[in-house]
């Protein structure tokens, strides 16, 4: 069965630092793996996705991900966090199977 | 096109009593789901279908039931509301089994 655990319920950044929320996966064959955020009392939207084309990977909002099959893990990164940021963010394999999420908070 | 609607946004039932939240999407995908929201515990799959006439039982389908006859709509049946069922909905679709889901606003439902 596939998986994912994201490490870290709550994160907090101040403005302008790097934001780094992590998530491993568990998986037997290829994985398609996918951030999402969420913020507060709307929908899940995409932010991007690894579908084994490139190991970094770019998404919305100056966010990306890498691939490191080594770690069996799909980090979310951004070099300078905004005010903005701050919501839900979930790691997902396969597209609908979700970690528990992870809170960014993003202090001024 | 206006991607996956969800009615109601809100509601209060009172215990025992039962309701259905109405999800439609316009896109023409297959794949549709619901999801429960639960603070802390990130979304659980109630059901899922993966087209008209096929359904089948996610992590949590106890005291739901769902129906897929047309491509479009997908409702959630809660029969008998509990105070556990108190949560965040959330309706999904998708076109295929390895692209990204597209989500609802929610239905946050609250049983008293």
């Known amino acids: 069965a596939q998986s994912v655990t994201q490490l870290g319920s709550h994160v907090s950044v101040s403005e302008g630092a790097l934001v780094l929320l992590r998530c491993n996966y568990s998986?037997?064959?290829?994985?398609?793996l996918f951030w999402y955020v969420q913020y507060p009392n709307q929908g899940l939207q995409l932010l991007l996705k690894?579908?084994?084309?490139?190991?970094l990977v770019k998404g919305i909002n100056g966010f990306e991900a890498e691939f490191k099959k080594s770690e069996t893990s799909f980090h979310l990164t951004k070099p300078s966090a905004h005010m903005s940021d701050a919501a839900e963010y979930f790691c997902a394999v396969r597209g609908v199977r979700f970690g528990a999420g992870t809170r960014l908070t993003v202090k001024p | 096109n206006a991607g996956v609607t969800q009615t109601p946004k809100f509601r209060i039932l009172k215990i025992g009593q039962s309701m259905t939240l109405q999800c439609a999407q316009d896109?023409?995908?297959?794949?549709m789901y619901w999801y429960r929201q639960d603070p802390g515990m990130g979304l659980k799959l109630i059901y899922y279908?993966?087209?008209?006439?096929?359904?089948d039982k996610g992590e949590v389908p106890n005291g739901y039931n769902v129906s897929r006859s047309t491509t479009e709509d997908f409702p959630l049946r809660l029969e008998l509301a509990a105070p556990s069922q108190t949560s965040v909905y959330f309706c999904?679709?998708?076109?295929?089994?390895?692209?990204?889901?597209?989500f609802g606003q929610g239905t946050r439902l609250t049983v008293v």
């Open positions: 999904a679709s998708r076109s295929d089994g390895y692209t990204e889901a597209f």
């Open positions: 896109m023409n995908h297959n794949y």
């Open positions: 690894y579908t084994s084309a490139a190991t």
């Open positions: 279908s993966v087209g008209a006439g096929i359904t």
């Open positions: 998986s037997s064959v290829p994985p398609y």
